[in-house]
């Protein structure tokens, strides 16, 4: 057995060895999914939900520990931590109602009755990326357990530990043995296995656009069920009949939230022109005052990158001597900080103005009329996520409609509820997550037609 050390992306130290399984050992945990699932998808509803519930309140009395651990593992910032402990909680509870509600349907037909059942898949394969470890492996498993599945969980190589933390309280809340399991190892290795096993009946993949669709190719093979979150370049569209100085005061967290390492970032502003000198003053002011700083600080508002590799790619898309705008600032010393970086390329063809970064850099560009940002937000082979800030509701409900992205936010940056459908347009993914229809990703129609005439 191999193993993966953990580095503290705040100090760059070392905090602890985490050994990684091999394919055999990936085979033995599906295997024991498998086994497991036959009596867990025959648990009466009632009895799933109750443990659902369980589970959820375990995690509520776990929501420090959990967000410290992902302080010490990923450099959040301690408040989003806490928040991403919390939305695993909310998750189980949401889901926790699905069990006594996995309603099929009853069809009017000639001589008999036909109803429809959602029956669950399987064993699932959930992998996660390492910018939100802890939400993106809830809004797999949450519904995939509820609807009577089990799972199998590969967390990120650089951030395992809130998963591995996950599935032990799983099990003290009375989750039984083999339903949910976390699998720390390679994509390579355990996570190209999900795909060729076929005991796994679907993938749920987080994670970069490239890897999503080897995924997707893997899955032909088997014409195995898969969903995919992938990247984003994500507009922030600020007409000049809007509060611009709320959408300035707005944008800096729209985008370095988390160091930018979010694939709804709004990386690229996109400003009418009439009111691009105002909007960049108070642009200014906002990027200066955010705190980038230590994410164990309460006041902590960007923490980190990830890993050394993280930063040396975000480098790469600011190389010396890259004309900017203004930047924010960065603490001094070890770790893998990258300040707050604003550019204002003279069109839409620079590289970091088209490709996802995954760090704390934006780009800022001009538009002339609605029809003009309508076309600029949309020259993007992604469509994720986006803002639309106007005090013209006409126009904001016109654009909104017109902007090809999955999830926007109109006088706000707020992107993601639980209860709310979240996924992506074009190469953004493909299928939805969370919300009340994420079920049907997790579960199989079937029809059956009962012949009263015989
Ligand atoms: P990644 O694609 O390299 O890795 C994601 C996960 O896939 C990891 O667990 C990794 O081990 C695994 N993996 C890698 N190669 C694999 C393979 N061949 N087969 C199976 N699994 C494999 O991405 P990352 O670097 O961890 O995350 C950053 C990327 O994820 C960004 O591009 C970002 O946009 C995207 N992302 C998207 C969303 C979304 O919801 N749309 C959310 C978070 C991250």
């Keep these: 057995m191999t193993s993966f050390t953990v580095i503290n992306p705040t100090t760059a130290t070392a905090v602890k060895e ?36 369980k589970f959820a309140t375990v995690v509520d009395t776990h929501i420090e520990e959990l967000a410290q651990l992902e302080v010490l593992n990923s450099g959040h910032t301690i408040g989003n931590a806490r ?44 992998i996660v990326p390492w910018n939100f470890p802890m939400p993106i492996a809830g809004w797999g498993f949450g519904p995939a357990l509820a609807a009577g599945n089990t799972v199998v969980l590969k967390p990120a190589e650089l951030t395992p530990m809130t998963a591995i933390r996950l599935g032990e309280l799983a099990k ?21 296995r999900f795909v060729t096993n076929p005991l796994v009946r679907k993938i749920v993949f987080t994670g970069s656009t490239s890897v999503g669709k080897q995924i997707m190719r893997g899955c032909a093979d088997q014409v195995k069920r898969v969903t995919l979150e992938l990247g984003g370049k994500s507009a922030n569209i600020i007409f000049a009949d809007s509060d611009i100085e709320l959408a300035a005061a707005g944008a800096p967290g729209a985008v370095f939230d988390n160091a ?71 603490p001094a010393g070890p770790g893998f900080w990258f300040a707050p970086t604003v550019l ?66 109109v006088n706000s940056n707020s992107s993601v509820r639980y209860w709310t459908p979240f996924g992506g347009y074009k190469q953004s993914g493909l299928g939805r997550e969370l919300g009340p229809d994420a079920l049907d990703a997790f579960t199989e129609t079937k029809n059956v037609f009962f012949d009263t005439q015989k």
């Excluded at 949401?94 to 006594?100: D, G, L, R, V």
């Excluded at 029956?119 to 699932?124: S, T, Y």
């Design 18 to 53: 985490i050994e990684l399984n091999d394919l055999i050992q990936t085979d033995q945990i599906i295997n024991k999914a498998q086994k497991a699932f036959e009596t867990w998808r025959h648990v009466s509803p009632g009895d799933r939900a109750k443990l659902l519930r």
């Design 83 to 126: 928040w991403e402990a919390g939305n695993v909680r909310d998750v189980l509870n949401y889901y926790s109602a699905a069990p006594e509600r996995l309603f099929g349907r009853q069809i009017p037909v000639p001589n008999g009755i036909d109803i429809t059942f959602k029956e669950p898949l399987g064993v699932i394969g959930i």
């Design 172 to 192: 003290e809340a009375g989750i039984p043995e083999g339903v949910f399991n976390v699998i720390p190892g390679k994509g390579s290795i355990v996570g190209e």
């Design 260 to 330: 930018g390492q979010d694939c709804c970032a709004r990386s690229r502003i996109l400003i009418q022109r009439s009111a691009y000198d105002k909007f960049m003053e108070k642009f200014e002011v906002a990027v200066k005052k955010f705190r980038v700083e230590d994410p164990a600080l309460d006041t902590a508002e960007m923490g980190p990158l990830v890993s050394a590799g993280q930063l040396e790619r975000v480098k790469e898309f600011v190389p010396d001597g890259t004309p900017i705008a203004f930047q924010g600032s960065k």
């Design 344 to 409: 204002a390329p003279k069109d839409t063809t620079d590289r970091a103005y088209r490709e996802e970064i995954f760090g704390p850099v934006v780009s800022v560009i001009a538009f002339e009329d609605e029809a003009d940002a309508i076309r600029i937000a949309n020259d993007s082979e992604y469509g994720l996520s986006g803002s639309i800030w106007s005090r013209d509701i006409g126009k904001a409900i016109r654009v909104s409609r017109a902007v090809e992205a999955g999830n926007l936010s």
